[in-house]
Structure formats: C-alpha cells, structure tokens
C-alpha cells in the first residue's frame, strides 16, 4: 500500500517536471517563431539601429513593430543614477533615482557565502526592475592578478573557484527578476593601466583553469543572457573583435546564446568586429549615428563585407533577450531602497568584515567597563557610495562607521571624533599634499582625543577615489599619511583598534607588528557602519575570510616578481601561467602577510576526522569529504571550512593545491558539527594544451582541509582510477 503511495507519488512529480520542461519547450518555440517573424519583417536600417547605442545606456527599439529598445545601467554597487541626454557622464539630477548601495566585489567575495551573492542579484534585479533598466552590468570578476589593480575593488577574487561559484550565484539573482545580467569585462581585463590599447598575452592552460571559468560557468550555470567584451587586447586582437574568445570559446564552446555588449568606447571596427562576435556597440560619445555599428555597418551589409545573416543573428540575439526582459510576461514590477534590500546589505557587510588580529581579545569590545570611545580618521564619516572614475551609486542613505557606531553605542558611551587624515581627491589642489603626507595638525588633535578615551578605534585605508577604474595603484602603501596617524594614536592609546576599509590589499605589515587588534572592513554599502558597529560590539561574530593573499611586499607576488605588470611595449605577457594568487605563494614556498582565505572569529574551531567516503575513484564519480569542526571558544560564530585538492606526483606543472570545494556553517558554542563537501572529479581536470581538452590524470591526489590556504587542519590521499583499469 505504502509502496504504491510512493509510486503514486513519484510519478506525479515526474510527470509535473515533464510537463514543466514541455511547456517551457512550447514557449520556446512560440519565442522562435515571433522573433523568426518579426526578423522577417525588419528592414536593414531598423536593424542596424538595434546595433549601437543611441544614448549612453540605451539602444534603440523599433516602435512600427512594438520592439522596445535595450535600457542599459551600471551595477554592480546598484543601480547607478540616470545620466543627462546631452552625452557625457553628467548626472541627469532626477530626484527618483536613487538606490540602494551594496557592498562591493571582494567585500561579496569575502563572505565565502553564495546564498548571499544570490540574495544581492535578487536585491539588485529588483531595483533593476524598478528604475526600468533590461540589463544591468554586472557582475564584474575579472581574476586578481595584481593587488595594484584599481578594480579589485570591484571584482571578486584571485581563486576561479570562489569566483565563479558567487559568479553564478549573483547572475541567477539577478535573472529571477527578468532583468539581464551583464558578466563583465570578457575577458583578462587584469589591469587599467593601458587597459585600451594593451595586449595580454597567456598561455591556454592558464587562460582556460585560471581566468575563464567563472565566464564560462556564468553561461553554462548561471545562464547569463549578456557579457560585456573587455578593452584591451587578447593575443594581438580587441576582445571586441576577438574571433577565439567570442565565436569559437563562447558561442561554439560554451553555446552562449545571448548578446555581446562592447564596453564602453571600447569598439574598434566594424567588419571585423561583426564578423568576430560583437553584437552591440556601447559608448558614450554622441553622434551614435558615426558608431562603427551604425551608418558603417550599413554601408558594409551594402557593399558585401558584412552579411544580412550576420546581421540577422545579431538581431535574434536582441530579440531572444527582449523576449526574457522587457517583453516577457512574467516580469516582475521590481521594488527599490526596500527595508528587504538593507538588509541583504547588512547580512553581506556583516559576514564580509575579517578579523585579522585580536591578541588582547579587545573586541568585542566588553561595554560595561567602557565610558569613552575616540572615533579617529577620515574614512570613519566618508562616504563610499561615488567617488573616482567608475560606477557608483546615488545611495538612498548610507551610513558611515562613526554613524553606526553611534546607532549601535551612542546612548551607553561618550563618543568623540577626530578626523586625524585628510583624503583629498586625485586631481584636487591639495592632492600631492596629502596622498602622501601626514598632517600634523589633524594627528595633533586626534592625539588629543585618543590620549584619554577608554578605547581608540582608528579608521584608515582607501577609498573609492583612491581605488578607482581607469587607474591602478602605484603601490600597497597606506595613504595620506596613515601609517603616522596609527603610530601616533597607538602610542597613547594601549587599547588601539585599527581599522582598515579598502577593497584590495595594503601594506600593513607595520600595522600587524606593531598593533594586537585588526580588522578588515570594505566599501559596504548603505548599511556599511551598522554592520561594522555591530562586529565590533559583538552583536555579529565576524565571519569573513579573505578572498585574496596580502602580499609582505609587492615584488613577491607572482605578476611584479616576474616583472610583467604593466607589460612592455603595451604587452602583459602573463609569465606566471596558472601561478595565480596563493597557487604561487604555496608552490614557491613564500609566506604572505595574511594567506588567501584567512580570517578569525570571536570564538575558535578545531577540526578533526578527515574522512572521503571512499579512497578510490573513477572520472565521473564524486568524492565526498567530511571533517568534524567543533567550536570550541564561547561565542556561536560561522566557520568556512576550505578543501584544497593537490597532485604532488603530477606530471605536468601543478600549483600545490587549489581551492576545489567550501563550505561556511554556523556552529554553536561548545557544539561540533559534521561538515560535508563535494568534489566531482572532473573538477580536478587540467588543461591539456597539446590535445586542447581537460584531462584528469589518474594516479594520487592530496585533501588539504583549512581555515585558510596556509593553515591546514587535516589531509587525506585518494586515488584516481582511469575508467578501463
Ligand atoms: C566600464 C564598464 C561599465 C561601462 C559603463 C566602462 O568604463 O569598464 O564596467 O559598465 O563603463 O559605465
């Protein structure tokens, strides 16, 4: 009876999914069949008026046969703010464009936590909706190569691994409101030095395992409907016009089906851009009607160069994202500065804060034996939302650390402020002044209010002018005079807290030696402060881990050791192959300042019994691991459990190990927990230049279970059968 039940039931689910999948084919087809129709009945010029912008974030529709045009914005921060129509990137000053702020790319990375980066596509993709935009751009992943890269900030990380699975989580969010995701800058867009005119040479095997997949799982996973081609070169070509990347890598490979977007400006031809994969041209500069896919691409359809189909594929593209968009009758009305979306804010700002060092266990912060609090430094009441050269946000309200702090424990301490630095911005009169100077007067005063609080916490690091598009840094070194201002305040005060909000690595090494209590906060959107606040008194344990190494000196990580950054006669010649991030570090046995992964808690965790459920495996099974955490200091607090996978008698070039699964668990105190972790084999593959595929060597392979790439609790050998053994 039991049995049938089952039965009963089984096949009324199989035949739900079946008739899902059915239905979905059917709205296929009927899709196919609209757009095969409406293509029929374009003319050549309202076709290539789809092709180019004709404002700086819009494309035209076309209104005789209800196409709607593409509405276009930046991301990833939110929704950036509506620009004038004159051209150029003036603010329209609407009153109805403001939005919500959200961390940026390495603080979402830090949270080790994909459900978070799916609740930010959610978050984003709703007030996507409601400002009226199809696509949004973002995300934007491009590998850390370099820590001086001035978008680090934005991207997520140096690890493919991490990088695609919060890639493709953010996409999915995104795409569950019917607004496009636009995976950004496709591809090996390292560095914005030069970054439109140089030339990134790489081998296959490192552009394959190290820079492409979190691409490629955003297309296969995550089902983006649109990417945005890079600036610079790949292999002697535009990435606009990069034949490999578009036609053969992601179309033919990868079977993308949506649209290539230019970045900005950043269209070079128009043949061979047509004919290497380019579907839209974007840019900034009016008049839209001399764009290279606009009255030239007409003329070559004329003339032959280009042909209709070539054409007609471009506009199918169009329409297939139109049909999941703007005319898709599922689309939600979208939402903004919703209290839901603050809190996605919160909840990633919260989890992405890392505790670097808490010797004296100062925090967090006991607030019966505290009376006064100095609040000390300029990025304590700055604001993260715009500044420098990229995209930002019009934020609905932001709140700063000195305001959080306040909210959080302003009615049971005295809190006192001093600016302590000046952060001019670059370009401004005083900007040479400061960027590197201390300024005595301001240190002077934040003396003075240090000298008698109970507690200092010092708020120092970069901003967003200072970390910006279009530049890279020139050095770690902290600006504007920090480094001074710590020194001068931690002489007075023994109860010093240094705070660091950047969003890629400094030189702290003097900071770490000389300070017992660090953390790590980011650009952490309109809930910014609250968060930090809450760590800091406890409310929240943090949880965060670095998604990137901290290098002890810029020379020893992998692209400035071998002395290919920025390149030579405008090449970036990758030399450091899949040597990326702490794969180098390990392998060349170089201690960082703070390792890939790393990041304390309030509590501790031991680990124990590393187990795989079996020793042996075949190519298409999957290994699962489980190893036992147990929280054994006083607070509950979340632990991200890192599974690094290594070949040790590999015969090809290995790194030592490679991030292959994670987990982040929350963990009572006193309790264990059995963590369990996935690997499918295949995920072990290298890239096999000579055969151009993915191979999985047979033989041993090494379980590193850690808390960070450097410290290892446990390992574990397997092995890998071929399938005829
Ligand atoms: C950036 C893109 C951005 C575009 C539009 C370009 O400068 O590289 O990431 O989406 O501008 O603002």
Redesign the pocket.
Known sequence: MKNNLYQFIIAFFVLLTFNGAAKAQDENTATEAKINQLIKKLTLEEKIAMLHANSIFTTSGVDRLGIPGLSTD??PLGVREDLSSNGGWESAYLTTDSATFFPNGSALAATWNPSLANSYGVALGEEARARNKDII?AP?FNIARTPLCGRTYEYYSEDPFLNAQLAVAAVKGIQSQHVAACV??FALNNQETDRGRVNVEVSERALREIYLPAFKASIQQGNAWTI?SA?NKFRGEYCSENSYLLNTVLREEWGFKGIVIS??GGTHSTVNAANNGLDVEMGSRPPYENYYFAKPLLDSVKAGIVSEKTIDEKVRRILWVIYKTSLNSNRPAGSINTRAHSKTVYDIASESIVLLKNENHLLPLQMDKLKTIAVIGDNAIHKFQSEGFG?GVKAKYEITALQGLQNALGKSVAIKFAQGYNAPKTGSKNYNEHVNSPDSTLIKEAVNTARNCDVAILFIGGNRDYES?SRDRKDLGLPFGEQALVDAITAVNANTIVVVIGGAPYDINKIKKDNHTIVWSWYNGSEGGNALADVLSGKVNPSGKLPFTFPVALKESPAHFLNTFPGENLTADYKEGILVGYRWYDTKKITPLYPFGYGLSYTTFSYSGLQTDKKSYLVNQTITATIKVKNTGKFAGKETVQLYVGMPGSSIERAEKELKAFKKVMVAAGQQVIVALSIPVKSLAYYDEQNRKWVVEPGDYKLFAGTSSQDIKATSIISVNSENK
């Open positions: 930046d991301g751009l934007a950004k800058h945005m600036y970045d900005w995209a598009e």
